[in-house]
């Protein structure tokens, strides 16, 4: 389920790179030139190949790398890109949360504008920086377990 989640998301992702970003931000029929050609050229090939592969077969569009190949290809820094994944994870918890009638609309819009929540972005930021690929995972078997049987649930308030 969390696979899916994350194809679903990736592809949501290079939809909207497809329909919105490229065009407002490259213009239409031009791609920048510099040096970040390769990532909207990697964009333009994994859209065409996506586009073509039925919906079955959808290719590994995970959202983590597609949104390092966007944020690269739109010329953000590293450091932003990491700090706006971060965020962004924040902003759906806290929709999450929303959703559960854990926080009000106002309750999330403060969570979000507060400035502890920025500086600990931050700090994760860096905090996580030197990490090596095989020291990032980690392993929750009970919560694998939870996760794993929300599609199961009879009423659910999140698609998965």
Known sequence: MARRASV?????LVTVWERSIRENYFGRGSEK????SEATQALKVFNTTFQKI???KAPNAHLAPLWGLVTRAMDVSLQDAAYLFLFSHARTVVSAAVRANVLGPYQAQGVLANSELQIRIRELVEEGW?????DAGQCVPVMDLWV?????LYSRIFNS
């Open 8 to 12: 679903a998301q990736g592809q949501a």
């Open 33 to 36: 030139d510099g040096r970040h």
């Open 54 to 56: 039925n919906k079955t």
């Open 130 to 134: 030197e990490r090596s690929t095989e």
């Open 148 to 152: 794993g049987r929300h599609e199961k």
